[in-house]
């Protein structure tokens, strides 16, 4: 069955630490692969996205993931994290071969301690 | 550009009744959906659209209805409200699959 999976459901870091937020799926084929982040009473918004090509992609405010097909993976990072980081962050993988159906992990929640 | 906008931001019902959310976008996107945000359950697909006059089942359908009569517009209707439904909704679209979605803030409902 097809799946994605984020093993922390919450995470705690100090601002200034580093950060890896974990995604690993589930899945026939290499799909494409997104991170979302979503702050408290807003819309989610693309942080990245991987399609195809260099493994390890760039995103807006700071953040990069790296895919390891090899593992099935798509983690999230950020070599020092700000206040403002703090927010709920979201997988997700869809086909290739298809225009739509996105799957969804049930998100990280990112505590950021001062 | 306004991007995606829905309204209203927070609705309480009593169950039975009906409504309509609404989502507008004006970005020319082809393809727009709808989604429930569960606490603990991510994001679940409820119906989608890939363009003006098609629309299809996402994950969990039951209990909705949508129509997209231009490419603008995609309104998801509660047909009977029931506290199961109780939940914070998410319109959003995108040109096409090689593009990121692009959501709106939300509408929170509660049903009572």
């Known amino acids: 069955a097809q799946s994605v999976t984020q093993p922390d459901i919450h995470i705690t870091v100090s601002e200034g630490a580093s950060l890896e937020l974990r995604c690993n799926y589930s899945y026939g084929a290499t799909p494409y692969l997104f991170w979302y982040v979503q702050s408290p009473g807003q819309g989610l918004q693309l942080l990245l996205k991987y399609f195809s090509g260099d493994t390890l992609v760039q995103g807006i405010k700071g953040f990069e993931a790296e895919f390891k097909r090899s593992q099935s993976s798509f983690n999230l990072r950020k070599p020092s994290v700000h206040w403002s980081d703090a927010a709920e962050y979201f997988c997700a993988v869809g086909p290739m071969d298809s225009n739509y159906q996105l799957i969804w992990g049930a998100g990280t929640k990112l505590i950021i301690k001062p | 550009n306004a991007g995606v906008t829905q309204t209203p931001k927070f609705q309480v019902l009593k169950t039975g009744q009906s409504m309509t959310l609404q989502c507008a976008q004006d970005m020319n996107h082809e393809y727009m959906s709808w989604y429930r945000q569960d606490p603990g359950m991510g994001l679940r697909l409820i119906h989608y659209s890939v363009g003006a006059g098609i629309t299809d089942q996402g994950e969990v359908p039951n209990g909705y209805n949508v129509s997209r009569s231009t490419t603008e517009d995609f309104p998801l209707r509660l047909l009977s409200a029931a506290p199961s439904q109780t939940s914070v909704y998410f319109c959003?679209?995108?040109?096409?699959?090689?593009?990121?979605?692009?959501f709106g803030s939300g509408t929170r409902l509660t049903v009572v």
């Open positions: 959003a679209s995108k040109l096409d699959s090689l593009y990121g979605y692009t």
